[in-house]
């Protein structure tokens, strides 16, 4: 089974920031690689799909890179409703299974 | 509008069965991959079960066995059938639509607890 890495677990930024998160599978994922975001209490939300593909209506300071491994999710400028524990999402083809990474909580200094 | 509700949750003993339901809207289910994930208390999100359109159906080791995912087409509705319930089971149970390798419409979730 692939397994996610993905760190840190917890981040404190201020507003304006560029904040970034890894994840790091345990074999190559090529680009089957998903973010999400989920504040408290709420359902999870895509962001990033295929690893660096925006999701429609998603604000463009959030971004993804990476293949292969090593992945990197980037917000350019923190905002404050940009508070929430986002997650990476692997995903297998044939036949279609997903592992998540343990998930990184952001919160404002 | 594009919106899935679950319902069905509950509190139930170990050993016990519960079904969960998720009713769709704005878009046609057995058109459409759909999956359920979960979060148990303050953890992380897991990968549950997914039904492809064509109707196969795929699970986590943790419920194989124990939990079968269905749909009813005239209904446009996703089920989970969850047997030989365990108090790891208790969680947020979430549906969501699964078109393109990842989960773009999410419900709500419904909470199940297994405890005696």
């Known amino acids: 089974d692939i397994q996610m890495t993905q760190s840190p677990s917890s981040l404190s930024a201020s507003v304006g920031d560029r904040v970034t998160i890894t994840c790091q599978a345990s074999q190559d994922i090529s680009n089957y690689l998903n973010w999400y975001q989920q504040k408290p209490g709420k359902a999870p939300k895509l962001l990033i799909y295929d690893a660096s593909n925006l999701e429609t209506g998603v604000p463009s300071r959030f971004s993804g890179s990476g293949s292969g491994t090593d992945f990197t999710f980037t917000i350019s400028s923190l905002q404050p409703e940009d508070i929430a524990t986002y997650y990476c999402q692997q995903y297998d083809n044939l036949p279609r299974m997903y592992t998540f990474g343990q998930g990184t909580k952001l919160e404002i200094k | 509008e594009v919106q899935l509700v679950e319902s069905g949750g509950g509190l139930v003993q170990p050993g016990g069965s519960l079904r969960l339901s998720c009713a769709a809207s704005?878009?046609?289910?057995?058109?459409?991959?759909m999956s359920w994930v979960r979060q148990a208390p303050g953890k992380g999100l897991e990968w549950v079960s997914v039904?492809?359109?064509?109707?196969?159906?795929y699970y986590a080791d943790s419920v194989k066995g124990r939990f079968t995912i269905s749909r009813d087409n005239s209904k446009n509705t996703l089920y989970l059938q969850m047997n030989s319930l365990r108090a790891e089971d208790t969680a947020v149970y979430y549906c969501a639509r699964d078109p393109r390798s990842n989960m773009d419409v999410w419900g709500k979730g419904t909470t199940v607890t297994v405890s005696s």
């Open positions: 039904i492809y359109s064509g109707g196969s159906t």
């Open positions: 704005g878009f046609t289910v057995s058109s459409n991959y």
